[in-house]
Structures are given as C-alpha cells and as structure tokens.
C-alpha cells in the first residue's frame, strides 16, 4: 500500500551544520512528492515539492531530489540555522486520490 | 490573499460539551482536508471532501466526530461529546484539482482544543 518512511528524530545539528533527513516512499505509480515544515504552535507549510522522476524541488537553501530507482526523497540543507528548528514532514499524494500521505515527522533542533 | 481560515483558534471545554470547529478553504479550492494532531499518534487525516462531498471518511474516530461542507467556502467538524482524550490540535486544509493530479495542500494554523 501507499506509505512514507522517514528518519525518526529528534535530530540536533549544530548552526551551519549539514542537513539530511532520509524520507523512502511506497506508492501505485509515480506521485508528486512533497516536504512539508512545520513551525512550533504553526499548522503546516509547503517547503518544496517535485512533481516527476529526478524533479530537485528547492526552496529556503533546501533540496530534495525525486529518485524512483530508490524511491527516495531526501531533504538536504547545506547550512542549517537557529531559525531552522522545525517539524519536517515528507508526503506524496495517495495514488490519484487528492490526500496525501504523510510520514511521521523528524524534529529537528539547531543549535546556536 | 488569505489563506486557509480556522475557528476558534483555542477551545477549551468540559467533559461531555459539544465542540465545533470551523474551516474556510482558499476560494477555489475544491478539495478540503480534516486533520488532528497530538504527540502520540502524530498527524492522522480524518476525512476529506471534494467538491463538498465526503470522499474518505474512514479516520474519523468515532460516531461522536462528524463533518460537514455545506458550500464551497465553508466545512465544521463536530465533536459530541467530547472526550479528553479528543484533546489535540485540529487542522483543516484545501487544495484544488489540475491536470495531472491535485495540488499540493494548504493548511489552516490549526485549532488547539482541550477537553478537560
């Protein structure tokens, strides 16, 4: 069935530090993908997305680049900052059905 | 332009009220999602409709939860009645439907309740 995987935090980097947090997927087809970032006491926003095989979607000094071979989406960030301390939620969409599927989200705490 | 519209923002009640949660999508949208969200079971969908229609209700707990859209531009979700262990944070979202597939989602900043 449809699912997301992604790495269990809490995940604490230092400010400037190298970000990767794994998100691997199981859908029928190939799915839109999409990181969502969530901001403490915030609902959910879209951080980046792709759209079809080897897509990168970008957005704030994030990456993420849509690999089918692995079924990967994993979200990068060369230098993370204090203002980085979030939720970060990977999804894609449920097949042709308009919900997404959400993994469980990777806190993630960037200390200065 | 505004974005997804929830009300109350807080809501605190006793055992046993009726709670009732607002939502207005993006104009446009066709597409409208119920969430909750706690520290245990994380962020869990409980239905969503298309063009006002339900299409999944299959999250919704139980017989006490029930939703409704009954235009374009506004849905509740209804709680009666409320339980603590409803006590989370309530998101709606919307989106809209495009060639290829549904769009990306847009959230509401949700609904904190507590059921005391």
């Known amino acids: 069935g449809n699912s997301v995987t992604q790495m269990e935090g809490p995940v604490t980097l230092s400010e400037e530090a190298f970000l990767t947090i794994n998100c691997t997927y199981t859908a029928t087809g190939y799915p839109s993908l999409f990181w969502y970032v969530q901001y403490p006491g915030e609902g959910l926003q879209l951080l980046l997305k792709a759209t079809k095989a080897d897509d990168k979607g970008s957005n704030k000094g994030f990456e993420a680049t849509y690999r089918k071979e692995t079924t990967s989406f994993h979200l990068e960030k060369g230098s993370v900052q204090v203002s980085d301390s979030a939720v970060y939620f990977c999804a894609h969409h449920g097949g042709s059905q308009g919900n997404l599927i959400f993994g469980k989200g990777t806190k993630l705490s960037v200390k200065p | 332009d505004a974005g997804v519209i929830q009300s109350p923002r807080h809501e605190v009640t006793e055992m046993g009220q009726e709670v009732t949660l607002r939502c207005k999508p993006i104009?446009?949208?066709?597409?409208l999602f119920w969430y909750r969200q706690t520290m245990m079971r994380g962020l869990e969908l409980l239905i969503y409709?298309?063009?006002?229609?339900?299409?999944?209700d299959s999250g919704m707990p139980e017989d006490r939860f029930s939703a409704k859209m009954p235009n374009a531009s506004f849905s509740t979700l209804k709680i009666q009645p409320s339980e603590p262990r409803d006590s989370a944070v309530y998101f709606c979202?919307?989106?809209?439907?495009?060639?290829?597939?549904?769009?990306?989602?847009?959230f509401g900043p949700g609904t904190r309740l507590t059921v005391t």
């Open positions: 104009s446009g949208h066709d597409y």
């Open positions: 979202a919307s989106s809209f439907s495009r060639l290829g597939g549904p769009s990306e989602q847009y």
């Open positions: 409709f298309n063009n006002n229609v339900p299409i999944d």
